[in-house]
């Protein structure tokens, strides 16, 4: 079963615009983690936020965290074409092993 | 530099047939993965590893085994083959404590079962 679900599935912007995508999940975490994949590709790890983190940054990226609510927000700033790609956020369970949400696909046209 | 490889990249195979798919790992990691992806379900988790001699049944794990022998290597194996087995198939693995840091995934194996 998936922990986490990503919000919208697609999502089509220009270069240069932001790209948005939110992740749910259901049970108490101390990480969350978000994940990039390009098609044909195995994932990429993007970044990791720690339960007591409510916000981190990697170079273009910012990610969100509300335990209160569940949620994870990734934010992809003056997007470019190369950052067409599917992202996931992944969870790990209660033993530790991550399960991932079924990801958004961005689309992003010059 | 440390790298996670699997192969094939690619297969075909036929209904009953046994299949082996190979992942590689040079990164010294005790954990070991095997994702498998279809549209509209995202990566489940078939089977994992946390050592040598040490295998665990993932969520999805009807018709598949592995074997670790040593601490490079997590073979995938399908006994017989069926047409739902057909997807891509991720390996991956991580250090350290389970669930405190990232997942180093290999490039996939496309599965086509006829």
């Known amino acids: 079963s998936q922990q986490g679900e990503e919000d919208p599935q697609a999502l089509s912007i220009q270069e240069g615009e932001n790209a948005t995508m939110n992740c749910s999940y259901k049970?108490?975490?101390?990480?969350l983690q978000w994940y990039r994949q390009n098609s044909g590709r195995g994932l990429v790890h993007l970044i990791l936020i720690r339960s007591n983190e409510r916000e981190k940054h990697s170079g273009r990226l910012r990610v969100t965290l509300d335990t209160s609510k569940k949620s994870s927000s990734l934010l992809i700033t003056a997007s470019r074409a190369a950052d067409t790609a599917s992202y996931f956020c992944?969870?790990?369970?209660?033993?530790?092993?991550?399960?991932f949400g079924a990801g958004t696909q961005v689309v992003v046209t010059p | 530099d440390a790298e996670i490889t699997q192969s094939p990249r690619h297969k075909i195979t036929e209904t009953g047939r046994q299949v082996t798919l190979a992942c590689h790992q040079t990164?010294?990691?005790?954990?070991m993965f095997w994702y498998r992806q279809d549209l509209g379900h995202g990566l489940r988790l078939i089977h994992y590893?946390?050592?040598?001699?040490?295998?665990n049944k993932g969520e999805v794990s009807d018709g598949y085994s592995v074997s670790r022998s040593n601490t490079e290597d997590l073979p995938l194996t399908l006994e017989s083959a069926a047409s739902s087995q057909t997807s891509v198939y991720f390996c991956?693995?991580?250090?350290?404590?389970?669930?405190?840091?990232?997942?180093?995934f290999g490039e996939g194996s496309r599965l086509t079962v006829l």
């Open positions: 992944a969870t790990p369970d209660s033993w530790g092993k991550l399960q």
């Open positions: 990164w010294n990691h005790n954990n």
């Open positions: 590893s946390y050592g040598v001699q040490d295998t």
């Open positions: 991956a693995s991580a250090g350290g404590a389970l669930g405190t840091g990232e997942l180093f």
């Open positions: 049970t108490s975490i101390n990480n």
